[in-house]
């Protein structure tokens, strides 16, 4: 398979996921008559970030692997304030992907990509390896993390919601 085939339009079809499930998360919350924003600051565990952090990382990831593997500068984000600015990020980030040129995206594959951590942590590989074991895994950490926060706080989902995608291939 391709870089891009394996990034891009996979990215995308979860990030349009995750939208869906922050709506139905804010449509919980309202039902129960909370505020949307304490999902926002839910985590699964005392050490872990909480919700808006976790869509945050997943379009970051999402956006820096078209950044990274086109030679563009890698930008940063703040975490949403609400669900509404968490659902912006993602129609910001599909955007992205949208636009994202494919011919650079495997030009990319064999290119060297550097990342740096804020910890002093420094990674070097190849834009394929970059793809597959850097962004896709981080991607969907990220992105389950957020389902797993919304299950937890009640939210009623399951793997349709998650991989509303494969309805596309349901046999009559």
Request: hydrophobic letters at 40%.
């Amino acid at each position: 398979m391709s870089v891009y085939s394996v990034t891009i339009p996979c990215f995308a079809q979860m990030l349009r996921a995750l939208s869906s499930l922050l709506s139905k998360g804010e449509a919980t919350a309202l039902e129960h008559g909370y505020d949307p924003r304490i999902l926002l600051e839910s985590r699964l565990a005392p050490d872990m970030h909480n919700l808006a952090q976790q869509v945050q990382y997943a379009c970051t990831q999402a956006q820096e692997a078209v950044q990274r593997l086109t030679q563009q500068p890698v930008k940063s984000f703040t975490p949403p304030e609400t669900l509404a600015a968490a659902k912006v990020l993602i129609e910001r980030t599909l955007a992205v992907l949208d636009s994202a040129d494919r011919t650079q995206i495997e030009e990319g594959a064999e290119r060297e990509i550097a990342i740096e951590l804020p910890n002093g942590m420094a990674f070097d590989m190849t834009g394929n390896e970059y793809a597959v074991n850097w962004a896709t895994p981080q991607f969907y950490f990220h992105l389950i993390t957020a389902y797993n926060i919304l299950r937890h706080n009640g939210v009623p989902l399951g793997k349709a919601d998650y991989v509303q995608h494969m309805f596309a291939y349901l046999r009559p």
